[in-house]
Nanobody, 127 residues
Framework: QVQLVETGGGLVQAGGSLRLSCAAS????????MGWFRQAPGKEREFIAA????????YYPDSVKGRFTISRDNAKNTVYLQMNSLKPEDTAVYYC????????????????????WGQGTQVTVSS
């Protein structure tokens, strides 16, 4: 079992930056693929980033590519999401998630592929 706790959300002006952190409990963090999702009011939860267990591979959808960067520190059991050039449409609750299954080089990008979830952290971008 893995417990995930997100921090770092808040209110930021458009064009600004935030860095989210997700701290994981458990000894197997370094074996999990980690992902970030977000959910705006009235919308489905949206995939925004994934990172391999080693940190050597990442994947982003076009909506955030070039603005968001996912990284991890396995020594600290933490995954990060650096968000730059934020837009009002980035306003959402942001969730981190862990995938315990081994999928080779494939990085999961649907919420059904992830096994553990954090409680979320609110990010609000003002115009």
């Amino acid at each position: 079992q893995v417990q995930l706790v997100e921090t770092g959300g808040g209110l930021v002006q458009a064009g600004g930056s935030l860095r989210l952190s997700c701290a994981a409990s458990g000894r197997t963090f370094s074996t999990y693929v980690m992902g970030w999702f977000r959910q705006a009011p009235g919308k489905e939860r949206e995939f925004i980033a994934a990172i391999s267990w080693s940190g050597g591979s990442t994947y982003y959808p076009d909506s955030v590519k070039g603005r968001f960067t996912i990284s991890r520190d396995n020594a600290k059991n933490t995954v990060y999401l650096q968000m730059n050039s934020l837009k009002p449409e980035d306003t959402a609750v942001y969730y981190c998630a862990a995938d315990k299954d081994s999928r080779g080089h494939y990085l999961p990008r649907t919420l059904y592929e992830y096994d553990y979830w954090g409680q979320g952290t609110q990010v609000t971008v003002s115009s």
